[in-house]
């Protein structure tokens, strides 16, 4: 059974850094491209940032680029998410996703998501 | 960016009646011959499951209640009958290119 499992969320400082992990089982991690996926309260998804299967490649939505850093250990099975310099308008919650392969690029399974609430 | 206009922002439908959900794309989400537009159910307090992938497949366990169709960029779910646990949230999601967006939501309630 796939299982995807975040972790590393909570209240935040603007500012400051957090980040979130994701533990995945249940296939073969290092096949798959993995992503982030969040949700302000109240609102709509949006996609955040993928890496491709090796971690060579890796892509985010601009308004986290330069901030934001999606890498994942192989070995570990073990998505991350590295959030700098965050701001009040990146509170949301944020889910781990496996991007479906043979290029379809869609999110075939979701991890339960971590809150990530960014306030003074 | 490719821009997903997603229709209407909520709809109450009558138990066993049809809904259909509308997306339109703001350019081609096409890629060899396959529109890599996907729906997804979101019900309240859960998170997001795929119903259709590429257009019109349905995912692993979904019934046949729901169907997907494209007409010139506008992408369409379609659930017919509608049943009580059908009470959700509709997204759909373009896979073509970077940065990947989804459309605003669709909430389907019971009439």
């Known amino acids: 059974e796939v299982q995807l499992v975040e972790s590393g969320g909570g209240l935040v400082q603007p500012g400051r850094s957090m980040k979130l992990s994701c533990a995945a089982s249940g296939f073969t991690f290092n096949n798959y491209d993995m992503a982030w996926v969040c949700q302000a309260p109240k609102k709509g998804l949006e996609w955040v940032a993928t890496?491709?299967?090796?971690?060579?490649?890796?892509y985010y939505r601009d308004s986290v680029k330069g901030r934001f850093t999606i890498s994942r250990d192989n070995a570990k099975s073990t998505l991350y998410l590295q959030m700098d310099s965050l701001r009040s308008e990146d509170t949301a919650t944020y889910y781990c996703a496996r991007s479906k392969d043979y290029g379809y690029n869609y999110f075939d399974y979701w991890g339960q998501g971590v809150m990530v609430t960014v306030s003074s | 960016n490719i821009v997903l206009t997603q229709s209407p922002a909520s709809l109450a439908v009558i138990l066993g009646q049809k809904a259909t959900i509308s997306c339109t794309a703001s350019?081609?989400?096409?890629?060899?011959?396959?529109?890599?537009m996907h729906w997804y159910q979101q019900k309240p307090g859960q998170l997001p499951k795929i119903l259709i992938y590429?257009?019109?497949s349905r995912a692993p366990g979904i019934p046949a209640r729901f169907s997907g169709d494209e007409a010139e960029l506008n992408f369409t779910l379609t659930i017919e009958p509608v049943e009580a646990d059908d009470v959700a949230t509709y997204y759909c999601?373009?896979?073509?290119?970077?940065?990947?967006?989804f459309g605003a939501g669709t909430k389907l309630e019971l009439k």
């Open positions: 590429n257009e019109f």
């Open positions: 350019e081609s989400v096409n890629k060899f011959g396959i529109n890599l």
């Open positions: 999601q373009q896979g073509l290119t970077f940065p990947y967006t």
């Open positions: 890496i491709s299967y090796d971690g060579s490649s890796t």
